[in-house]
């Protein structure tokens, strides 16, 4: 079965930085896109950042381009998404999520997504 396993959330200060994991499991983990979506309380769930597993092309949404870096290392099936100069808006449930297809353009809505992890969550204090 497939599993998406998220770690590294928790409380920083604003200008701090994250760096969230999510460990894959129960499928090739390059034959699917793979991204981080977040959503904040009362608010719905927001696409972050995709990546193309295969071919490593990346995409993060443009309001955090240059604060927010998704990678991944092929050969431990995980995702990362490196968070810098944290901001009290950044205050979220993280999820790690995984696509119906291989290949991702931009950030799709959440509702495309096959499967989620649990989230981790970051809060981000002033």
């Known amino acids: 079965q497939v599993q998406l396993v998220e770690s590294g959330g928790g409380s920083v200060q604003a200008g701090g930085s994250l760096r969230l994991s999510c460990v894959a499991s129960g499928y090739t983990y390059s034959k699917f896109y793979m991204g981080w979506f977040r959503q904040a309380p009362g608010k719905g769930r927001e696409g972050v950042a995709t990546i193309n597993t295969g071919s490593g092309i990346t995409y993060v949404t443009d309001s955090l381009k240059g604060r927010f870096t998704i990678s991944q290392d092929n050969a431990k099936n995980t995702l990362y998404l490196q968070m810098n100069n944290l901001q009290p808006e950044d205050t979220a449930m993280y999820f790690c999520?995984?696509?119906?297809?291989?290949?991702?353009?931009?950030?799709?809505?959440?509702?495309?997504?096959?499967?989620w992890g649990k989230g981790a969550l970051v809060t981000i204090s002033s």
């Open positions: 999520a995984r696509g119906r297809t291989t290949g991702v353009v931009g950030i799709p809505p959440a509702r495309s997504i096959e499967y």
